[in-house]
């Protein structure tokens, strides 16, 4: 089945240590995304590209990095810049602009 | 800027009862428009989407929306609520002010049914 995995599904860090976020999709789609959520905040967009070797800063994106190597994988780093870093993250996949995303079980990220 | 609002962060309703959900955005330009559902610890499911057919959409397990241009709204329904409905629930938009590329998600809200 089509879909996007992301892995791990529970992740610790301690403090100063940069954590990576696996996020794989087999959809071929082009665009991908990747969405920070707070309780009560809905989700918040950290980064997001639409090809390969090419990515954009969303509205957080301070305190994060991505890479977009190959079109079916878009790890998300955490670094230690981050300050408040626990929080659920999800991945999310798209091919067109007038089509719906779909997104991953998401990440949920805590502090040591 | 382009933005949604969903009024209302939680809502409550007896089982059997009819769910309302309201989203409504701000755009000159109709946009794309997304109805999500995300249980506890899981992703986001899409429940429904109007891309410029017809305003009345039909989503998965029940629920519909209508798109209204004057009123800038796209609520979500469903006639009877069932108790795997609680859930939270998110309205997004795409579409030219905001660029293709990007979605932008209400707040969302969370759905409680009451036996």
């Known amino acids: 089945d089509g879909g996007i995995t992301q892995s791990p599904k529970y992740l610790f860090r301690k403090e100063g240590q940069n954590v990576t976020l696996s996020c794989e999709q087999n959809?071929?789609?082009?665009?991908m995304y990747w969405y920070r959520q707070d309780p009560g905040q809905g989700l918040r967009l950290i980064y997001y590209?639409?090809?390969?070797?090419?990515?954009q800063k969303g509205d957080i994106a301070e305190g994060y990095s991505v890479s977009r190597e190959k079109k079916e994988s878009f790890p998300l780093t955490v670094t230690s810049a981050q300050k408040n870093p626990t929080a659920f993250y999800l991945c999310?996949?798209?091919?067109?602009?007038?089509?719906?995303?779909?997104f991953g079980d998401g990440t949920r990220l805590s502090i040591l | 800027a382009q933005s949604v609002t969903q009024l209302g962060s939680h809502v409550s309703v007896s089982e059997g009862a009819l769910v309302l959900l309201r989203c409504n955005y701000s755009?000159?330009?109709?946009?794309?428009l997304f109805w999500y559902v995300q249980y506890p610890n899981q992703g986001l499911q899409l429940l429904l989407k109007?891309?410029?057919?017809?305003?009345l959409v039909k989503g998965i397990n029940g629920f519909e929306a209508e798109f209204k241009k004057s009123e800038t709204s796209f609520h979500l329904t469903k006639p009877s609520a069932h108790m795997s409905d609680a859930a939270e629930y998110f309205c997004?938009?795409?579409?030219?002010?905001?660029?293709?590329?990007?979605?932008?998600f209400g707040p969302g809200t969370s759905l409680s049914v009451i036996p």
């Open positions: 999310a996949s798209r091919d067109r602009e007038n089509q719906p995303q779909h």
């Open positions: 959809l071929n789609h082009d665009a």
């Open positions: 590209s639409q090809i390969v070797n090419d990515f």
């Open positions: 755009s000159s330009v109709p946009p794309y």
């Open positions: 109007y891309t410029s057919a017809a305003t």
């Open positions: 997004a938009v795409s579409g030219v002010e905001t660029s293709y590329d990007k979605v932008i």
